[in-house]
Every structure is written in C-alpha cells, then in structure tokens.
C-alpha cells in the first residue's frame, strides 16, 4: 500500500486514510519515529505496561492450590506453548 502526503508548514504529515485504517490506527495514538538513511520509518508505539510491586502482584494472583509440579513439567508446558504460537 504506497502514498503521496505533504509535510505541513509546521512539519506535521497526514496519514492517508486507508493506511490509517488498515493499521487500526486512532486519533492521539502514540508513533515512535526514527530515520533510515533517507526513509522516515513510523512504527505503532508499544502500550507502556503497569509496573506494579511484588507485594501488590502477590496480592492480585492467587496461591496455587494443587499437586506439585517438577521444573522439567513446567519447562515441557512451556516449550508446547511455545511451539503452538509460533508454527507457522
């Protein structure tokens, strides 16, 4: 999907519409901006996550009740999961 804009005479650049919309993109969302060479490259900025304290993140999971479960369990849930997301 390629497009012409203008730059502004206070440098600001209108996103074409479709390209707007096909990327989801919505009034006062975040874009961070860098240069490559001679290209001005515009990502989607990542949401900022919550940062929270290890007392209040112990407050918000609860204990887990249940049989133990060894590390190479875990390790082994870990790697399918891994391996579910990422097949292509």
Same mark, same amino acid.
């Given at each position: 999907?390629?497009?012409?804009?203008?730059?502004?005479?206070?440098?600001?650049?209108?996103?074409?519409?479709?390209?707007?919309? &096909?990327?989801?993109?919505? $009034?006062?969302?975040?874009?961070?901006?860098? @240069?490559?060479?001679? +290209?001005?490259?515009? #990502?989607?900025?990542?949401?900022?996550?919550?940062?929270?304290?290890?007392?209040?993140?112990?407050?918000?999971?609860? &204990?887990?009740?249940?049989? $133990?479960?060894?590390?190479?369990?875990?390790? @082994?849930?870990?790697? +399918?999961?891994?391996? #579910?997301?990422?097949?292509?």
């Amino acid at each position: 999907m390629n497009a012409q804009t203008k730059i502004s005479s206070k440098g600001q650049v209108v996103i074409p519409k479709d390209i707007r919309d &096909s990327l989801q993109l919505k $009034a006062g969302e975040t874009l961070n901006v860098s @240069r490559q060479g001679r +290209r001005i490259v515009l #990502e989607v900025a990542e949401p900022e996550r919550e940062r929270i304290s290890y007392e209040e993140f112990r407050r918000r999971v609860p &204990s887990y009740v249940g049989p $133990a479960v060894s590390i190479e369990d875990m390790n @082994r849930a870990v790697d +399918r999961m891994f391996a #579910e997301r990422h097949r292509p």
